[in-house]
């Protein structure tokens, strides 16, 4: 992810990515945008998809487009089931049953009683 970036840097021109970075030896098939949205304070961040390589070399470095120097990290987003606590689905789509994410008890979360030593892992 790429933070606070100009507006008018967008998938349609992400070539100004590759171009002043000769350093990071960039290549335009390489670094492909996915998404733009507005963060905290308003502020305009892309999500762009690299491979491990590139990714490597430009989290050790910050990344210039123009002449502006932008800060990046990874953009990791992880799907929690609020009824039964797994992993990569939502509630609407679930098939299982209520599951407490504390204590793994057939409660929700607010229910809970059980105290923190009796906490175990859904997963």
């Known amino acids: ?37 507005r963060g905290k304070r308003n502020a305009m961040n892309m999500v762009i998809e690299i491979g491990p390589q ?11 487009i123009g002449w ?5 990290r990874d953009y990791i987003v992880v799907n929690r089931c609020y009824k039964c606590s797994r992993f990569n689905h939502k509630a609407s789509d679930c098939r299982g049953e209520k599951t ?8 929700n979360i607010k229910a809970c009683t059980a105290p923190p030593c009796d906490f175990k892992c859904v997963v």
């Not at 021109?13 to 290549?27: G, H, Q, R």
């Not at 590139?54 to 210039?64: A, E, H, Q, S, Y």
């Not at 407490?100 to 409660?107: E, T």
Request: glycine fraction near 2%; proline fraction near 7%; charged fraction near 25%.
């Open 68 to 72: 502006h120097i932008y800060n990046t």
């Open 1 to 37: 992810m790429i933070y606070n970036i100009l507006e008018e840097v967008n998938a349609e021109n992400a070539e100004e990515i590759t171009t002043p970075n000769p350093e990071l030896m960039l290549n335009a098939r390489e670094v492909v945008p996915k998404l733009t949205y």
């Open 54 to 64: 590139t990714r490597r070399k430009i989290l050790r470095t910050k990344l210039k």
């Open 100 to 107: 407490c994410p504390l204590c793994m008890g057939s409660h």
